[in-house]
């Protein structure tokens, strides 16, 4: 099923890239509800005809749409509009450290590694970043007191850390310091929790026993344009986790906790981005 898309023009004297105005006209139809999820996008011969620009321009917005997550790709039959993610909203003061500091815990992280990476494709698409651009890898131990109870693991674009220093990062919170800055400052954040078994490398940095279990959370962190600012992963000690979820099927919510360590909470809001959308309009 092919949804009905509204060719709203591109301003081609405009200072910004063509591939970037024929993502945001995408975007906008399937805001609008042009667009519907599962539906298929006009084909790139037609975008192409439609716009009088080139397969290279096409294929570079359907590119960035489908980092982003609004569309994916099918070989053989085209691109389709994503269906909508569930995800993580946290206010902009939720770092982890002020949750544990707030409840009297003395908190400190041991920094592991901090410099220049070229990311992997996974991070790449996180981040939506294009060939060439590094990112900042930083990765550090989670201590409550003198009691290693986890691992983070998080990767930022190169050009959003030039105030970022190596000594701060003991005591500083990652999402802290990205919340200092407008451009940086957290929205939303997309999560996913799973348990696995602890990586060999990771039970030799926490000094832990190779069989040992651990939660991870991955995320990916947006500002408030909706652009990827942070990837990570925050690892937990099995002893020092447990994941609590409360649905509420009148309203949608889905509440989820997680326990970091005895006695201490950590909570996060899930919520569907139509509900979130809808309350806004409201």
Partial sequence: MRGTMKFYPLEKKNSVPLYVQMADIIKRNIDEGHLLPNTALPSESKLMKAYETSRITIRNALLRLEYSGDIFKVHGRGSFVSIKKITDFVP?????????????????????????????????KELQLFKGEKVKKIKRLKKIGQETIGLDLFFIPLH??????????????????????????????????????????DAEVMDVDYSSTVLI?????????????????????????????????EQEDFECSIMDAPGLNFDGMLKTEQETNSKTQN
């Fill in 160 to 201: 959003l850390c030039s105030k970022l220093k190596k000594d701060t990062l003991h005591e500083s919170s990652i999402i802290d310091f990205l919340n200092l800055a407008p451009e940086t400052k957290i929205k939303q954040i997309d999560a996913q929790i799973r348990s696995a078994a602890i990586e060999d490398g």
């Fill in 217 to 249: 959370r991955g995320f990916v962190a947006y500002n408030a344009f909706d652009e990827p600012v942070l990837s990570g992963k925050v690892m937990y000690l099995s002893q020092y986790a447990v994941v609590n979820v409360k649905i509420n099927t």
């Fill in 92 to 124: 902009p003061s939720s770092s982890w450290r002020s949750l544990m500091e707030k409840q009297g815990h003395n908190v400190s992280y041991e920094l592991i590694e901090f410099g220049e990476v070229w990311p992997n494709d996974g991070v790449k």
